[in-house]
């Protein structure tokens, strides 16, 4: 399992990933699961994986491979964000079609899911989830973040926190939060934490981070969030109990509405 998710603003985007990847309780490893596509002052591209690691990486590879090969289409070439979308949707498809039934024989989850999220020279910032079937959705000004894997832990903080007007390094704050909050619930979710920011209309990425197990500001903001919670938690006014002389009239006052 893993845990990846952008956000987009009216300022630009953020996209953070973890890089654990999990077979069983006794099979823990590190990947890489953020990839950065863009071709800068052109385009940014960003993707994110989650779900079989094989079938991912065999989409990463293949992207690679068009790139470098000037196949056409590839990435650089595509004139939208949507089409790119659906690009790796269809590379996503194919590899599914040829992988999935040897992998169903031995009852292995062939599942996967990607978040492509950038910018193309003459349209805005976009994000995008490619589901397993190689469709996908989009975000938008009311539903300003998506996320794949491991994501229930992280997103009641997005939930409260987050708007289309919320500056880009808050965003950034925000994402890192939320990883956070899923490591803490959820040893399948682990560092390195990769995240990048990208400004609207940029395209260049001028700020990334690297975050592995132990680095101090890691560790600074999981003691301060849990501090701020904690102290969030106390300040609420008690539960205003209502109180009963007879046992009976609270029975009554339960069961009957």
Not at 7 to 32: E, P, W
Not at 152 to 169: E, H, Q, W
Not at 231 to 250: I, L, Q, T
Request: glycine share 6%.
């Amino acid at each position: 399992m893993t845990y990846c998710l952008g956000i987009i603003t009216r300022f630009g985007l953020v996209i953070a990933a973890d890089s654990r990847t999990n077979a069983g309780v006794d099979y823990i490893s590190t990947y890489q699961k953020l990839f950065d596509f863009s071709s800068p002052g052109e385009r940014v591209l960003l993707l994110c994986t989650s779900g079989n690691l094989s079938i991912t990486q065999a989409v990463i590879t293949w992207l690679q491979k068009d790139i470098k090969n000037q196949a056409e289409p590839n990435v650089h070439t595509l004139s939208t964000l949507e089409e790119v979308a659906r690009y790796v949707g269809s590379k996503l498809r194919q590899i599914q079609e040829q992988d999935r039934p040897w992998l169903e024989r031995d009852r292995i989850d062939a599942q996967c899911s990607f978040l492509l999220g950038g910018q193309i020279q003459g349209e805005a910032p976009q994000l995008y989830r490619i589901y397993n079937q190689g469709n996908y959705i989009h975000a938008t000004k009311e539903t300003t973040f998506l996320q794949i894997g491991e994501t229930k832990y992280g997103k009641p903080i997005l939930d409260r926190t987050l708007t289309f007007d919320t500056p880009l390094n808050e965003a950034a704050k925000c994402a890192l939060l939320s990883i956070d909050s899923t490591m803490k619930s959820n040893i399948s979710v682990g560092p390195p934490i990769n995240i990048v920011m990208c400004e609207a209309d940029s395209f260049v990425i001028r700020h990334r981070l690297r975050l592995r197990l132990g680095d101090p500001y890691l560790a600074k903001i999981r003691k301060l969030w849990e501090t701020y919670v904690k102290k969030a938690f106390e300040d609420m006014p008690d539960v205003e109990w209502e109180y009963y002389e007879d046992e009976s009239e609270a029975k009554e006052d339960i069961f009957i509405d």
